[in-house]
């Protein structure tokens, strides 16, 4: 395959409608796995450090950070390098 064919994908546009209905879900009813011990939990489950610059979250199994998140005026930085995947429940569509 010609990596220069671009009529093989689509910009990074048309993940809009799929990402804007993620992000406006209860994410604290989500299911993760931790990248540390393979541990499967939801959100709601984790232990969130609110001292430090941002919100950390760890796993409550071994402490592993599940994610980051740092809100600035004008944006924020999700960071969830310690997650294996994330799983959001949304209504049937």
């Known amino acids: 395959m010609d990596r220069q064919d671009t009529t093989d ?3 990074g546009n048309a993940l809009a409608g799929p ?3 993620l ?3 209860d994410v ?3 299911s993760g796995r931790c990248a540390g011990c393979g541990r499967t939990a939801v959100v709601a489950d984790l232990r969130v ?3 430090a610059p941002g919100l950390v979250a760890r796993c409550p199994s071994c402490d592993t950070v599940i994610l980051r998140l ?3 005026p004008d944006a924020a ?3 969830l390098r310690g997650t294996v995947y994330m799983r ?3 209504p049937p569509a």
């Open 49 to 51: 450090y609110a001292h």
């Open 23 to 25: 992000f406006t879900a």
């Open 88 to 90: 959001v429940p949304l």
């Open 70 to 72: 740092v809100r600035a």
């Open 28 to 30: 604290t009813a989500a």
């Open 77 to 79: 930085w999700l960071d």
């Open 19 to 21: 990402l804007g209905e």
């Open 9 to 11: 994908y689509e910009d």
